[in-house]
């Protein structure tokens, strides 16, 4: 089983890194915004994208094109992310590749589910929130990555 786990700099990314038990037995790509993120990970595969959102389409265009490249050499089974925009982007870019798709909404979205997660939960094959009345017949609560 090979994981593609991404994410964006900071909450994101220490979410991420919080799901790191959830790997066990899976080998795991790390994808993020930040080249240094790298040391993190250190043990494992990791690339480092562009960064980009609905304000700066260049950048997202440009982590779109990186990803496309990741998907066609690591071929992942699974992609997991914790958001946002760039790892919005590989669930669409892993249900093309027949990945299977996880969402797990930033705990940060303490109030609704963030844009990235309701568009998401229309096609990830799970969608998860840190919140327990955010929880829906789409979005899921099974606890907090953060305590």
Not at 43 to 53: L, Q, R, V
Not at 72 to 80: F, R
Not at 118 to 142: E, G, M, N, R, S
Request: aromatic residues 10%.
């Amino acid at each position: 089983m090979k994981v593609l786990a991404i994410a964006s700099v900071g909450g994101h990314w220490i979410q991420l890194l919080r799901l790191i038990p959830a790997f066990k037995g899976s080998e795991v790509v790390f994808v993020s915004t930040k080249q240094s993120f790298g040391k993190m990970v250190s043990n494992e595969k990791f690339y480092a994208i562009a960064d980009g959102n609905r304000s700066d389409k260049k950048g997202l265009f440009k982590a779109i094109m990186q990803l496309r490249k990741i998907f066609l050499l690591e071929k992942p089974n699974v992609v997991i992310t914790t958001g946002a925009a760039p790892g919005l982007m590989a669930i669409f870019i892993g249900k093309l590749f027949k990945a299977k798709t996880i969402w797990v909404d930033s705990i940060a979205n303490c109030e609704e589910l963030s844009m990235s997660c309701k568009i998401a939960k229309k096609v990830a094959d799970h969608v998860y929130t840190q919140w327990p009345h955010l929880a829906d017949d789409k979005v899921k609560f099974k606890g907090n990555v953060l305590k």
